[in-house]
């Protein structure tokens, strides 16, 4: 069957300069587009390895093996070994993720197929069918952008996951378990007092507190209307002033606990230096904490640590 080369090889050069893209990207590295076409360019000289009259060699796993290491070296450099050997394994992640999608395609489209058939062959090592030319064009354009959207969300997650600890408060006697996610950008205090504030979800909470003060975490001004109802309580509230989203200034009502137990690496720490600001919304759409820690409680000097 007539093999059309050039269509191969330009099907090949391009194969190799996005799938080198998409590695950079995935990795967050500096990408120089002069660089990863020549990178893709050297790749795409294996088409015309079994064409020509070579040793055996440049036809083997090793040589490819060794080509595919000269073209992630070309296009990200060498800085280091551990940041040269990431780019590697990456740019074969990728590639196996491709070519598999492209035999999954072959397979979805075409069941009843030889695999010793020539031209299926060609297809499949050669990338001269239509099939991967609508790969190039409309696969990588897709993969491109879910993939780039599903490794930032997953880093994101990392990051979130990272920074999660196991936070027990203890008010008047009652106890809740939450997840707390240290955050350095909480940076609340209490005016007076100068202590840090922890952001608490009332979702899992509203139980330590009785019915009548729960409206006051909506609106501070309702304290103003408490005639005797709440007193026991007064003595652990204080209104803080913060400024919520959009620079609008508003007051919240926050509450001194009586003990509140933070557990991270393997280590305890129990604090009563801080108040606790309940707030009705879910700070984490995906649920995956309810509360948000103060990075000063970490370093607490008045704490117990076990």
């Keep these: ?96 993720t491709a070519g598999g999608t492209l035999i999954g395609t072959h397979y979805l489209l075409n069941f009843h197929f030889d695999i010793g058939d020539e031209r299926f062959l060609t297809a499949i090592y050669g990338f001269g069918d239509p099939i991967s030319w609508l790969f190039i064009i409309i696969g990588f354009p897709l993969a491109l952008y879910f993939s780039k959207g599903v490794f930032n969300r997953f880093e994101t997650l990392k990051i979130k996951t990272d920074q999660l600890v196991d936070v027990r408060i203890d008010i008047n006697g009652k106890t809740v378990d939450l997840i707390g996610l240290v955050d350095t950008g909480n940076l609340l205090y209490d005016p007076i007092s100068k202590k840090p504030v922890m952001i608490v979800s009332l979702e899992k909470t509203d139980h330590l507190f009785p019915p009548d003060l729960l409206p006051v975490f909506d609106d501070a001004n309702f304290l103003a209307k408490q005639k005797g109802s709440l007193d026991e309580w007064m003595q652990k509230l204080t209104v803080i002033p913060f400024q919520a989203v959009g620079g609008k200034d508003r007051l919240i009502v926050a509450v001194k606990p009586n003990k509140v137990r933070i557990q991270k690496d393997g280590k305890t720490i129990e604090t009563d230096r801080l108040y606790l600001a309940f707030v009705k919304q879910r700070l984490s759409s995906e649920d995956l904490f309810d509360c948000i820690v103060h990075p000063k409680l970490l370093a607490e000097k008045n704490k117990r640590v076990s």
Aim: some cysteine.
């Design 1 to 96: 069957m007539p093999v059309y080369l050039d269509l191969i090889w330009l099907l090949n050069f391009l194969f190799n300069s996005l799938l080198l893209l998409i590695t950079g990207i995935l990795l967050k590295r500096k990408i120089r587009k002069k660089l990863i076409f020549f990178s893709g360019f050297i790749g795409s000289l294996l088409v015309f390895a079994p064409f020509l009259p070579l040793p055996s060699f440049f036809l083997t796993p090793w040589f490819k093996i060794g080509i595919s290491t000269v073209m992630v070296w070309i296009a990200f450099g060498f800085k280091r070994f551990p940041f040269f050997f990431e780019n590697l394994m990456m740019f074969y992640l990728c590639t196996f």
